[in-house]
C-alpha cells in the first residue's frame, strides 16, 4: 500500500515539475545539462517567453553538446540563493532583475534610479550604447557574465488603497526588491520599504504583511498582484530589467565552437525579447482591466508631484553609482 502510495507521489512530481517548465528538456547522455532558473511564471510573461525560446533553440542548434532544463517561479532557486548557486556551478544561467545585484555592484544602481528613463525605448538605447555595453561586465571580476539585457517593462505602484499623489502612500508599507536605491526611494514617500523576495509577494499583499508594492504589468497580472491590492497607478516610475547572465566558470568549459554558437543564440534571443516586452506589456495590462482589476491613470499635474518627490534620491546616490554615469543614463 505505502509502496504504491510512493509511486503515485513520484508520478505526480514528474506531472507537477513539466507543469511548471514548459521547456523542460530530456537529456540524453553526452550532453551537457544547463539550467536556467528564473523567478517569473505565466505564459505571457516576457521573461518566460524568452527562457523558454533560448532553450527550445539551444537545445536544437546544440543538440547533443546541450541540453538546457527551465525552472521558472522560483522552483529551483529563489531570489536570496539564485547568485551564490551560479558561482557554484548549481546552476549555469539566470536572468535576475537588475536591481538584485547590490552586494556584488553599486553600479546597477543607475537602472533604479526613479524617473532616469522617460519610457523603455530610452532604457534599451542606453543599454545598447558602449557605456550601457560596457556595464554587462560590471561583475567580471566576481566571475559573472552578462549574456544581454532583457528589458521587462517600466513599473507602477499598487497598494490596498488608491495612489493618486505621493502623499497617499504616506506612512504605508512597501515591498521592495534587494535594492537601497529603491529603499531610498520609498523612504522618500514617507512610505516604509521592505525588502522580499519576489515569491513571498503575493502571500504578504494577501495577509496585509505589507500594504502595496511595485512592479511591471507582465508582473502584476502572472503573480495575481491586482486581485490582493484595490488598484494600480500608471507611475512608470523605474524600469524593471535582468541581467540575462552565466558563469565565466561555464562559459569556459565550452568548447570554442560551442561557445561561440551558444553567445550567438544568447544574442539573438535577447534581440527578440527586447523587440516584444512593449507589446507584452501592453497585452497584459489589457488582461489586468480585463480580469477585473483597477488602474489608475494620472494627470499630467499629479505625475509631476512623484517625480518631485523622488528626485532627491538622485543625489542621495551620486557618488556611490558615479555621477558621469547617471548623466549618461539620462542623456537618452
Ligand atoms: C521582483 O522581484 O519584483 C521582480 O524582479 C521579479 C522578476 O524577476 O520580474
Request: aromatic content about 10%; glycine content about 6%; hydrophobic content about 40%.
Amino acid at each position: 500500500m505505502l509502496k504504491k502510495i510512493n509511486s503515485t507521489l513520484a508520478v505526480l512530481a514528474v506531472v507537477l515539475t513539466a507543469a511548471t517548465s514548459s521547456a523542460f528538456a530530456s537529456c540524453e547522455p553526452g550532453e551537457k545539462v544547463v539550467k536556467f532558473s528564473h523567478v517569473t511564471g505565466g505564459a505571457t510573461h516576457p521573461k518566460v517567453v524568452a527562457a523558454n525560446n533560448f532553450a527550445e533553440r539551444v537545445n536544437k542548434e546544440l543538440n547533443g553538446k546541450l541540453c538546457v532544463e527551465v525552472y521558472p517561479n522560483s522552483t529551483l532557486f529563489g531570489d536570496s540563493k539564485e547568485l551564490e548557486a551560479l558561482l557554484l556551478g548549481d546552476v549555469q544561467l539566470l536572468a535576475p532583475s537588475l536591481s538584485k545585484f547590490g552586494s556584488y555592484t553599486k553600479k546597477y544602481g543607475v537602472f533604479d534610479l526613479p524617473f532616469i528613463f522617460k519610457d523603455m525605448n530610452s532604457a534599451m538605447a542606453f543599454t545598447n550604447s558602449k557605456t550601457g555595453k560596457d556595464l554587462l561586465n560590471a561583475m567580471e571580476d566576481k566571475g559573472f557574465v552578462g549574456l544581454g539585457y532583457w528589458m521587462s517593462g517600466m513599473k507602477y505602484f499598487s497598494a490596498n488603497k488608491p495612489l493618486i499623489v505621493p502623499t497617499d502612500a504616506k506612512g504605508l508599507k512597501f515591498r521592495v526588491q534587494t535594492s537601497d536605491v529603491a529603499k531610498a526611494m520609498i523612504s522618500a514617500m514617507s512610505a516604509s520599504p521592505q525588502p522580499m523576495a519576489f515569491a513571498e509577494v503575493y502571500g504578504a499583499l494577501q495577509t496585509k504583511v505589507v500594504d502595496g508594492q511595485e512592479n511591471t504589468w507582465s508582473n502584476i497580472y502572472t503573480k495575481k498582484f491586482f486581485e490582493v491590492q484595490d488598484s494600480t497607478t500608471e507611475t512608470s516610475h523605474q524600469l524593471l530589467g535582468y541581467l540575462f547572465m552565466t558563469s565565466k566558470d561555464f562559459l569556459n568549459s565550452l568548447d570554442a565552437d560551442t561557445r561561440s554558437k551558444f553567445i550567438k543564440i544568447a544574442d539573438e534571443v535577447t534581440n527578440a525579447e527586447n523587440k516584444s516586452v512593449n507589446q507584452a506589456e501592453e497585452t497584459n495590462r489589457k488582461n489586468i482591466l480585463q480580469a477585473g482589476g483597477k488602474i489608475n491613470v494620472l494627470t499630467p499635474e499629479q505625475r509631476k508631484q512623484w517625480v518631485d518627490a523622488m528626485k532627491p534620491v538622485w543625489t542621495q546616490f551620486e557618488t556611490e553609482i558615479g555621477k558621469d554615469l547617471i548623466n549618461t543614463a539620462a542623456g537618452f
